[in-house]
C-alpha cells in the first residue's frame, strides 16, 4: 500500500505545468491483465477506496481511480491522436471534466487545432453519468449482497432506481463475457473420454455466455510424437485460413476440404446441367458413364487427380 501511495504521488506531481509532458497514465511496466484484479487482496466495499479512490471528487481520488483503471486495461493508458496521426496524445488536467484529466495532442495544438479525447471514450464507463468511483462502489455492492432490493440499492448510494436496474443488467454480460472460455482454452479431463485421447478445444471469442469448443479425437497417432503436439498443431492450424485474419472454429485443411467438396459438387451439378441442355443424361450407375462424366470436370488434364481450390 506504501508503494501505492508513493506511485500516486509521484504521479500528481508530474501533470503539473512545465514538467514533462505527460503521455501514459502509468508506467508501461505497471500494466496488468484484467484478471489480475481477481488476485488483488479481498477486494471488498470496505477497503476499494483504498484502490480506486473515494466517491469525494477529490483529485486524488480521481488520480488513484484513473491508475487503477489503465494498470488493468479498463480505459487506455495512452492514446495515438486521430488528426495528425502525429503520435501519441498528452494527459492535461481540466477540473470541469471526470477524472480531472483529458488527452490532448500537442502536435495539433502548434496548428491551431484543438483535438480532445475523453479518458472514459470508447470504454465501459463512457455512456454512465456516475463517476468511476460510484459505479465501482456499486459493483462491489453488487456482488457482496446480491439479495437487496434494488430501491434500497438506489436510497444508499443516493442515486435513482433506474441508474441501479441498469447497471446491474451491465454488471450480469460483463460478468457472463468473463465467464466465456477464452480461446486457446484447452480441456482434457473430466469431460472427454477414456477410450481415446480426446480433447475439446476453443480458439474463437465466444458471444456473450456462449461458446463452442471443437471436440477432437485423436484415432491414429503413428508419428508418435507426446499427445501434446495435437491440441498445438491443432490450435496453430485454426490460424491458417486465408479468407479471414482472425481464427476459426476448425483446423484450416478441414475448412479447405469443405470448400473442395463443395466447389466439386457445383461443378458437378454444372457438367450434369449443361450435358441434360443437349440432351445428354448420364446413368450414374454405369461406370462408363461416371467415368466420361469425370472428364467433364477434370479442369486441368495435366494435373492427376481433381482440382477445385
Ligand atoms: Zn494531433
Same mark, same amino acid.
Given at each position: 500500500?506504501?508503494?501505492?501511495?508513493?506511485?500516486?504521488?509521484?504521479?500528481?506531481?508530474?501533470?503539473?505545468?512545465?514538467?514533462?509532458?505527460?503521455?501514459?497514465?502509468?508506467?508501461?511496466?505497471?500494466?496488468?491483465?484484467?484478471?489480475?484484479?481477481?488476485?488483488?487482496?479481498?477486494?471488498?466495499?470496505?477497503?476499494i477506496?483504498?484502490?480506486?479512490?473515494?466517491?469525494?471528487?477529490?483529485?486524488?481520488?480521481?488520480?488513484?481511480? @484513473?491508475?487503477? @483503471?489503465?494498470?488493468?486495461?479498463? =480505459?487506455?493508458?495512452?492514446?495515438?491522436c486521430?488528426?495528425?496521426?502525429?503520435?501519441?496524445?498528452? @494527459?492535461?488536467?481540466?477540473?470541469a471534466?471526470?477524472?480531472?484529466?483529458?488527452?490532448?495532442?500537442?502536435?495539433?495544438?502548434?496548428?491551431?487545432?484543438? #483535438?480532445?479525447?475523453?479518458?472514459?471514450?470508447?470504454?465501459?464507463?463512457?455512456?454512465?453519468?456516475?463517476? =468511476?468511483?460510484?459505479i465501482?462502489?456499486?459493483?462491489?455492492?453488487?456482488?457482496e449482497?446480491?439479495?437487496?432490493?434494488?430501491?434500497?440499492t438506489?436510497s444508499?448510494?443516493? =442515486?435513482?432506481?433506474s441508474?441501479?436496474?441498469? @447497471?446491474?443488467k451491465?454488471?450480469?454480460?460483463?460478468?457472463?463475457?468473463?465467464?466465456?472460455?477464452?480461446?486457446?482454452?484447452?480441456?482434457?479431463?473430466?469431460? #472427454?473420454?477414456?477410450?481415446?485421447?480426446?480433447?475439446?478445444l476453443? #480458439?474463437? =471469442?465466444?458471444?456473450?455466455?456462449?461458446?463452442?469448443?471443437?471436440?477432437?479425437?485423436?484415432?491414429?497417432?503413428?508419428?508418435?510424437?507426446?499427445?501434446?503436439?495435437?491440441?498445438?498443431? #491443432?490450435?496453430?492450424?485454426?490460424?491458417?485460413?486465408?479468407?479471414?485474419?482472425?481464427?476459426?472454429?476448425?483446423?484450416?485443411p478441414?475448412?479447405?476440404?469443405?470448400?473442395?467438396?463443395?466447389?466439386?459438387?457445383?461443378?458437378?451439378?454444372?457438367?450434369?446441367?449443361?450435358?441434360?441442355?443437349?440432351?445428354r443424361?448420364?446413368?450414374?450407375?454405369?461406370?462408363?458413364?461416371?467415368?466420361?462424366?469425370?472428364?467433364?470436370?477434370?479442369?486441368?488434364?495435366?494435373?492427376d487427380?481433381?482440382?477445385?481450390?
Amino acid at each position: 500500500m506504501f508503494m501505492f501511495m508513493l506511485l500516486m504521488l509521484l504521479s500528481s506531481t508530474s501533470a503539473h505545468k512545465g514538467r514533462p509532458q505527460r503521455h501514459t497514465i502509468v508506467q508501461p511496466s505497471e500494466l496488468r491483465p484484467v484478471e489480475a484484479i481477481a488476485n488483488l487482496p479481498e477486494l471488498t466495499s470496505r477497503n476499494i477506496a483504498d484502490f480506486i479512490g473515494n466517491i469525494d471528487g477529490t483529485e486524488e481520488s480521481d488520480e488513484a481511480a @484513473l491508475r487503477f @483503471l489503465a494498470t488493468y486495461g479498463l =480505459v487506455p493508458n495512452e492514446r495515438e491522436c486521430p488528426e495528425c496521426l502525429n503520435g501519441k496524445m498528452s @494527459l492535461v488536467k481540466d477540473n470541469a471534466l471526470p477524472l480531472h484529466f483529458v488527452w490532448r495532442c500537442s502536435s495539433c495544438k502548434t496548428s491551431n487545432i484543438i #483535438t480532445k479525447k475523453m479518458i472514459r471514450e470508447n470504454t465501459f464507463f463512457q455512456e454512465q453519468k456516475l463517476s =468511476v468511483q460510484k459505479i465501482v462502489h456499486i459493483a462491489a455492492d453488487w456482488v457482496e449482497s446480491p439479495g437487496r432490493n434494488n430501491e434500497r440499492t438506489a436510497s444508499l448510494h443516493g =442515486v435513482t432506481t433506474s441508474t441501479i436496474v441498469n @447497471l446491474n443488467k451491465l454488471f450480469r454480460q460483463l460478468t457472463e463475457q468473463c465467464s466465456v472460455p477464452r480461446p486457446g482454452t484447452l480441456v482434457e479431463d473430466t469431460v #472427454t473420454t477414456n477410450d481415446y485421447y480426446d480433447f475439446f478445444l476453443t #480458439t474463437q =471469442v465466444g458471444q456473450v455466455g456462449l461458446a463452442r469448443p471443437t471436440h477432437y479425437y485423436v484415432l491414429l497417432n503413428d508419428w508418435d510424437v507426446p499427445a501434446t503436439f495435437w491440441p498445438t498443431v #491443432t490450435h496453430a492450424l485454426t490460424y491458417l485460413f486465408c479468407r479471414t485474419t482472425s481464427t476459426v472454429t476448425l483446423p484450416a485443411p478441414v475448412l479447405y476440404a469443405h470448400l473442395a467438396a463443395k466447389r466439386a459438387k457445383e461443378t458437378m451439378d454444372g457438367a450434369l446441367f449443361a450435358n441434360r441442355g443437349v440432351g445428354r443424361v448420364f446413368d450414374l450407375s454405369q461406370f462408363s458413364e461416371l467415368a466420361q462424366l469425370t472428364n467433364c470436370l477434370q479442369s486441368n488434364p495435366s494435373l492427376d487427380g481433381m482440382t477445385f481450390v
